[in-house]
């Protein structure tokens, strides 16, 4: 089983039908980078759970359901008063998705510390989990323990750059966790807020030199590349028509956590020791599966069956 740890959000999503310059209505979409991998790993057929506290409002009981309704395991949730996490999403003309989150006192921050279950091979965090406290450190905490436990650890830091009050801590943070980590997934976008200034391939290396068997880059539609001490594998991305990225670099998690499962691939040692041909095939299924979920709206990942 891979644990998936962080935050469940409501992406409230303007309507497409809403004149150019004015305010239209807008569409609740259930959403949050971890939620996401969670539901697009249920959807692969993986054993996922889900590690969270979601609020007990409307929006909690839906989330909980399409949990189940995906085939993830919801043993690790748990539920409190608190509101929702909510993120007003505007769409540019190319379908790119810019956050506006509304926080404070909300759910997603007030996680416990939980053990895993036994059966848990891997854990995977990122994004606001990895911010908002108290719940950040608990999902710290859980990162260093289950990464000593011999864990397979993969990170999503997924930067929501408005939330951070301070980068520099921050950045500092991030740099202590990759000796922990296994598998890094970043977006260019994420490499350069990281590393400002920087070539984002000479930071992967840096990184990968560091603790991660490989740093994955997601370069939208450009593809998706690997960097690892052995050397960087890419793929291209594949032409579709997109209505918007929600969703898109959680599914790429997703695709990469299950691709590595169903081949019993899932540590360090098995990781460092592809080649080409492995590489290629990992990151071209991510990117099949991230193809899917541009191509509606929100974020819906593909399902097993929607995947050659």
């Not at 993969?154 to 301070?166: F, G, Q, S």
């Not at 807020?193 to 840096?206: H, K, T």
């Not at 994955?216 to 991305?237: M, N, Q, S, Y």
């Not at 990469?256 to 041909?277: D, K, P, Q, T, V």
Request: contains cysteine.
């Amino acid at each position: 089983m891979i644990v998936i740890g962080g935050e469940a959000l409501v992406d409230l999503v303007p309507d497409k039908s809403t004149p150019d310059g004015e305010l239209g209505p807008l569409r609740p979409l259930l959403g949050g980078g971890p939620y996401n991998v969670a539901i697009a790993m249920g959807r692969l057929g993986i054993p996922a759970a889900f590690y969270a506290k979601l609020s007990t409002d409307q929006f909690g009981d839906r989330m909980l359901a399409r949990l189940d309704e995906s085939g993830v395991d919801t043993g690790l949730i748990e539920r409190g008063p608190e509101p929702t996490t909510l993120a007003v999403v505007g769409l540019g003309e190319d379908g790119s998705a810019r956050y506006s989150f509304y926080t404070e006192g909300t759910a997603a921050r007030f996680v416990s510390d939980r053990p895993l279950p036994e059966e848990a091979t891997a854990l995977c965090v990122g994004t606001l989990g990895m911010v908002l406290e108290p719940g950040a450190s608990v999902y710290e905490r859980a990162l260093f323990a289950e990464s000593e436990r011999g864990r397979f650890i993969a990170l999503d830091p997924n930067v929501r750059a408005d939330l951070i009050a301070d980068p520099d801590a921050y950045r500092r943070r991030f740099e202590s966790w990759l000796s922990a980590v296994d598998l890094l997934k970043v977006s260019d976008d994420d490499a350069e807020w990281l590393a400002p200034g920087r070539d984002v391939v000479e930071v992967a290396r840096e990184w990968a030199a560091g603790g991660p068997a490989a740093v994955v880059l997601t370069r939208g539609k450009d593809g998706i590349t690997a960097v690892t001490e052995a050397g960087e594998f890419h793929v291209p991305g594949r032409a579709v028509d997109v209505a918007d990225t929600i969703g898109a670099g959680d599914t790429v998690q997703a695709a990469l956590l299950a691709w590595l499962h169903r081949h019993n691939a899932l540590s360090a040692a098995e990781m460092r020791a592809f080649g080409r041909a492995q590489w290629e095939q990992l990151l071209g299924f991510a990117a099949e599966a991230a193809a899917v979920t541009v191509s509606r709206a929100g974020a819906e990942p593909p399902w097993a069956s929607e995947l050659a």
